[in-house]
């Protein structure tokens, strides 16, 4: 099956959601987020039946490519999800969520503007303390615990630290980043599976002390 990287976001808000809002329907085709070293940018890649894509929001990539770049590995650490996640959901993402976990649907929405598309809502879901994220818990994300990947929104899906990665079967870590032509480019150590579970522990732990930390400075100080 063929592999198409999403567009390239713009920066431009209204064309970005554009993005995310037509990538929706393709969630069960995601195939990961990878950084394609040539290119110098990291895209989301979809494998999808050629006949399946009715939307202009792709570019096709040869496998060789797909091949010779970094595919990111979530650790898990729910860093980008205890604080400042800025985690949204599209109306029929919340719905099918909240359908599926049976929690009432009682987010903050705000409408934005979406290229082609027009008015739409969007819900925020980063409604606890510091931007956590509503469906952060130190087990992981409640949606993927109780139902399946597939239902995160798709900003959660594709979005990435790039900390972590595996390449040809093998594991990497972004020990740097350093600017080439304009961008930032992340620079990659191989490492050994001890190391690298290591080192996802020890992320892990941090994000969860921090979680409690923060925790514990809400709780009333003894009197
Ligand atoms: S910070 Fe990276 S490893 Fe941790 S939850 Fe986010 S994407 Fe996963
Ligand atoms: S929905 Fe899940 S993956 Fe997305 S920010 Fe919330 S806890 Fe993290």
Redesign the pocket.
């Known amino acids: 099956m063929p592999y198409y990287a999403l567009l390239e976001p713009t920066g431009e808000e209204s064309y970005d959601l554009f993005l995310l809002y037509k990538a929706c329907k393709y969630k069960s085709f995601f195939y990961g987020t990878f950084y394609f070293p040539r290119r110098r940018e990291l895209r989301p890649v979809f494998r999808i039946p050629r006949v399946d894509i009715r939307d202009d929001i792709f570019e096709r990539v040869p496998a060789s490519e797909v091949e010779d770049a970094y595919k990111m590995l979530c650790v898990k650490c729910?860093r980008?999800?205890v604080m400042d996640?800025g985690?949204f959901a599209f109306k029929d993402e919340i719905f099918r969520i909240m359908d599926k976990l049976g929690i009432p649907m009682d987010f903050p929405s705000r409408e934005v503007r979406v290229h082609r598309v027009g008015r739409v809502l969007i819900y925020d879901?980063a409604i606890e303390e510091g931007g956590r994220?509503?469906?952060?818990t130190p087990e992981g994300?409640?949606?993927?615990r109780q139902a399946s990947w597939r239902l995160?929104?798709m900003i959660?899906l594709i979005h990435h630290c790039s900390v972590f990665a595996e390449r040809r079967g093998k594991l990497y870590i972004k020990v740097s980043v350093r600017r080439e032509g304009g961008k930032f480019v992340p620079v990659y150590r191989e490492v050994s599976r001890e190391e690298f579970d290591r080192v996802a522990e020890g992320v892990r732990r941090d994000v969860y002390r921090l979680y409690m930390r923060r925790l514990k400075g809400r709780e009333p100080s003894p009197s």
């Open positions: 729910g980008c999800c996640s985690a879901l994220c509503y469906f952060y994300c409640l949606i993927e995160k929104p959660c």
